[in-house]
């Protein structure tokens, strides 16, 4: 077994290790059934420029340790999966953050429901009378 399947097979096997956005990369990239050199040319940034390189589309997919991609290489990115920009956003949150996302809502709504967590129980039943009273429920 060569040293770079090792590593692999490795990560694949510690539960603390997320791979949603590598997954979502190596999955696309098999979908639109391209060679890892024609995905990466069409990994472009439309507003900067800047192109994602083959080394690291590789290293991604194969667990190798990989720098977290900024909003350029997840536009470049976006190009070459023909995906919305929010779901890549979303699996690279997950995978290199530990974010997970909140399906639908604003930033806003995500923030003030991230924190409901931390209220305590007996509390949560007086702020859902006081979210009821400003913004009566749908029926």
Aim: aromatic content about 4%; hydrophobic content about 35%; proline content about 6%.
């Amino acid at each position: 077994m060569a040293a770079n399947d090792e590593q692999t097979r490795d990560h694949g096997q510690d539960p603390e290790r997320r791979t949603q956005f590598a997954d979502l990369i190596r999955q696309r990239r098999a979908e639109l059934n391209e060679s890892l050199d024609t995905f990466a040319k069409k990994a472009i940034d439309p507003v900067s420029g800047e192109q994602v390189k083959r080394g690291w589309i590789y290293r991604l997919e194969t667990g190798l340790t990989v720098t977290p991609p900024g909003i350029e290489e997840l536009r470049a990115l976006r190009a070459a999966c023909e995906l919305p920009l929010e779901q890549l956003q979303d699996a690279a949150g997950q995978q290199f953050h530990g974010v997970d996302p909140l399906k639908g809502g604003s930033a806003v709504a995500t923030a003030y429901v991230r924190k409901l967590d931390r209220v305590p129980a007996d509390q949560r039943a007086n702020l859902m009378r006081l979210i009821d009273s400003l913004v009566p429920p749908e029926e």
